[in-house]
């Protein structure tokens, strides 16, 4: 999670860039100011999630968004760092120490669960589950019920 020289990086947004289709769809466009943030300030904002309380990488990014004064965040590197903090959170479990990040907390976009966090969906699902979340699946894929209501405010 070591911070990386030269980041936070403030890029002006190109139809080509890998994260362009996500960021589209939360409303940008070429040309808008878009930041690439150091892992350590994600993990920063999952940490800030209370119990009971939740957050998407959509949260996430516009709380960076503001932070820098830009119109997006980059959600390819975003969730990189997402998967990242939590895998370090799990090595700090599995090695006795307490975990001071509730990575479980970050749901990936429309409450989806996250199948790469440590354990996969189920164990996702168990400790949502054992913080009052409702899980319902749908296909293949698991959401929490009514998500949005239990957003942190951004």
């Keep these: ?59 996430i990014c516009m709380k960076l968004a503001k932070k820098y004064n830009v119109e997006a965040c980059c959600t390819l590197t975003t969730g990189i760092f997402i998967m990242t903090a939590a895998n370090a959170a799990q090595e700090t479990i599995k090695e006795g120490k307490e975990n ?19 354990g996969g969906v189920e164990a996702h699902k168990k400790l949502l589950e054992e913080e009052g979340h409702k899980i319902v699946q749908k296909g293949k894929k698991y959401f929490v019920e009514n998500y949005q209501n239990h957003l942190v405010k951004v």
């Design 100 to 118: 001071p990040n509730p990575y479980w907390r970050t749901l990936k976009a429309d409450g989806l669960l996250n199948e790469k966090y440590p």
């Design 1 to 59: 999670m070591s911070d990386k020289k030269g980041f936070p990086k403030i890029i002006k947004l190109k139809g080509g860039e890998p994260c362009f289709r996500a960021l589209q769809k939360m409303g940008a466009k070429v040309g808008d100011r878009c930041v690439l943030v150091n892992p350590c300030e994600v993990e920063e904002v999952m940490k800030t999630v209370p119990r009971g309380k939740l957050i998407t990488i959509r949260e």
